[in-house]
T-cell receptor, first 113, second 114 residues
Framework: GQQVMQIPQYQHVQEGEDFTTYCNSS?????IQWYKQRPGGHPVFLIQ?????EVKKQKRLTFQFGEAKKNSSLHITATQTTDVGTYFC?????????????FGGGTRVLVKP | ETGVTQTPRHLVMGMTNKKSLKCEQH?????MYWYKQSAKKPLELMFV???????ENNSVPSRFSPECPNSSHLFLHLHTLQPEDSALYLC?????????????FGQGTRLTVV
């Protein structure tokens, strides 16, 4: 079945620095979604990428979908303490019986002030 | 504010108890999901319901029994659980189309089995 992998599993970042987290799928994706889960919270949808090579920005967050639609990245510039949390990517599995989302293992981001 | 409501938020149960988790979505979605979140497997899909029909059972032990009486409600019935079943149980919903739309999660039920 489809597998979605994320690296790194943990990311310790100094406040103000940039970092990137990566998502890789074993199969080609129709689209990819990113979610953020704050400590003690639940996953919240951030963005969806659909087109090959697509790049979308949300303030200091830049999301990219790979040309082959099998990988994606999230780049955060000038990290702030509000960026703390776990970032998940998810790829849909579309089947005749019904759709589902397969999540990666997440990248847990810790920010050092 | 989430359109998916889960109750209870916290649950402590003994291994011989029977309890149920409830999820309700107010978004008009046609698909609902149960996920288990633990340190070992951050977001593990358990069950999927599309249009009230179960379309996925991800090799979940029979001590977990889902029920979807209508497209707005989803239950997870629990019986004779093990301590390793302690985890955060998340319910989610989405509107299934050709291009899948995003999932909306409830706040979860923190389950502790003693």
């Amino acid at each position: 079945g489809q597998q979605v992998m994320q690296i790194p599993q943990y990311q310790h970042v100094q406040e103000g620095e940039d970092f990137t987290t990566y998502c890789n799928s074993s199969t080609t994706l129709s689209n990819i979604q990113w979610y953020k889960q704050r400590p003690g919270g639940h996953p919240v949808f951030l963005i969806q990428l659909v087109k090959s090579g697509e790049v979308k920005k949300q303030k200091r967050l830049t999301f990219q979908f790979g040309e082959a639609k099998k990988n994606s990245s999230l780049h955060i510039t000038a990290t702030q303490t509000t960026d703390v949390g776990t970032y998940f990517c998810a790829g849909p599995v579309i089947k005749a019986a019904g759709n589902k989302l397969t999540f990666g293992g997440g990248t847990r981001v810790l920010v050092k002030p | 504010e989430t359109g998916v409501t889960q109750t209870p938020r916290h649950l402590v149960m003994g291994m011989t108890n029977k309890k149920s988790l409830k999820c309700e979505q107010h978004l008009g979605h046609n698909a609902m999901y149960w996920y288990k979140q633990s340190a070992k497997k951050p977001l593990e899909l358990m069950f999927v319901y599309n249009f009230k029909e179960q379309t996925e059972n991800n090799s979940v032990p029979s001590r977990f029994s889902p029920e979807c009486p209508n497209s707005s409600h989803l239950f997870l019935h629990l019986h004779t659980l093990q301590p390793e079943d302690s985890a955060l149980y998340l319910c989610a919903s989405s509107q299934v189309r050709v291009m899948n739309t995003e999932a909306f999660f409830g706040q979860g039920t923190r389950l502790t089995v003693v």
